[in-house]
């Protein structure tokens, strides 16, 4: 029976933890409707700043690595240590979706480069692009060509790792979603976000959002769900049951 672990990286804003939950929550209320539905997935959270790399994982395990407020670049020893561990688990054919910090994560262990980005934060429901290797892909062929998407970031994947698909993008950043192997996806944007959790986090970035030149109050009101994005936390659950690793 395939373990999905629910990899966190970090906490969000206190008044987010207190009012809507931690990253962890999110992708637990995700997947919930399908953890009860079905009886072969076993759901399970590691925090890896406290209790250090997870143990190695079997092939047929699945792995999402959540937000966090801190920075790859900073190249925390929690956050280092997990770079040979995530290719370790590629090489063993594991499933894996990381997610923002862990979207910049893995490119950095597979070969990328992440950091601040030239232009800024991107903050609030934004309008992405498939690729055609998008449109071809079985997580993201699901999707229409553009969907809405919740993004919050200052830093993202600069240089994508070498053989990695472009899986979708927008005018601010080229890589908002790459493969980086036949069971690997990394996303930029947050699948998990609720319409008062993108806000929430809005509200703590109005200061920054004006310094750049940027409307925080025109972001506040664009907030909108997006249904099609936050899906893809279940399909990849589904995957990981559905389609065994072959490594």
């Given at each position: 029976?395939?373990?999905?672990?629910?990899?966190?990286?970090?906490?969000?804003?206190?008044?987010?933890?207190?009012?809507?939950?931690?990253?962890?929550?999110?992708?637990?209320?995700?997947?919930?409707?399908?953890?009860?539905?079905?009886?072969d997935?076993?759901?399970?959270?590691?925090?890896?700043?406290?209790?250090?790399?997870?143990?190695?994982?079997?092939?047929?395990?699945?792995?999402?690595?959540?937000?966090?407020?801190?920075?790859?670049?900073?190249?925390?020893?929690?956050s280092?240590?997990?770079?040979?561990?995530?290719?370790?688990a590629?090489?063993?054919?594991?499933?894996?979706?990381?997610?923002?910090?862990?979207?910049?994560?893995?490119?950095?262990?597979?070969?990328?480069?992440?950091?601040?980005?030239?232009?800024?934060?991107?903050?609030?429901?934004?309008?992405?692009?498939?690729?055609?290797?998008g449109?071809?892909?079985?997580?993201?062929?699901?999707?229409?060509?553009?969907?809405?998407?919740?993004?919050?970031?200052?830093?993202s994947?600069?240089?994508?790792?070498?053989?990695?698909?472009?899986?979708?993008?927008?005018?601010?950043?080229?890589?908002?979603?790459?493969?980086?192997?036949?069971?690997?996806?990394?996303?930029?944007?947050?699948?998990?976000?609720?319409?008062?959790?993108?806000?929430?986090?809005?509200?703590?970035?109005r200061?920054?959002?004006?310094?750049?030149?940027?409307?925080?109050?025109?972001?506040?009101?664009?907030?909108?769900?997006?249904?099609e994005?936050?899906?893809?936390?279940?399909?990849?659950?589904?995957?990981l049951?559905?389609?065994?690793?072959?490594?």
């Amino acid at each position: 029976m395939p373990r999905l672990t629910i990899l966190k990286t970090g906490d969000s804003f206190a008044d987010v933890v207190r009012d809507h939950g931690d990253f962890e929550d999110f992708f637990l209320a995700a997947l919930a409707p399908l953890a009860e539905a079905r009886d072969d997935l076993i759901l399970a959270v590691h925090d890896a700043r406290t209790e250090g790399v997870p143990p190695a994982p079997a092939a047929e395990d699945g792995v999402v690595i959540t937000g966090s407020h801190a920075m790859v670049s900073e190249a925390e020893p929690w956050s280092e240590a997990l770079k040979p561990w995530l290719v370790e688990a590629r090489e063993r054919g594991v499933a894996m979706l990381g997610v923002c910090y862990g979207h910049q994560l893995m490119a950095a262990a597979f070969g990328g480069q992440s950091g601040y980005h030239p232009d800024g934060r991107e903050v609030g429901t934004r309008r992405l692009r498939l690729s055609e290797a998008g449109q071809a892909d079985p997580l993201f062929g699901a999707l229409p060509a553009t969907f809405a998407a919740q993004l919050t970031h200052s830093q993202s994947v600069l240089t994508a790792p070498p053989g990695a698909a472009v899986l979708a993008d927008n005018d601010h950043d080229p890589f908002q979603a790459l493969r980086h192997g036949p069971r690997q996806w990394s996303v930029q944007f947050h699948p998990e976000f609720s319409v008062p959790v993108m806000r929430a986090y809005l509200a703590h970035q109005r200061e920054a959002l004006a310094d750049q030149g940027d409307d925080p109050e025109a972001r506040f009101v664009a907030v909108a769900p997006t249904p099609e994005a936050g899906g893809l936390i279940a399909r990849f659950a589904e995957w990981l049951v559905e389609t065994p690793s072959v490594a």
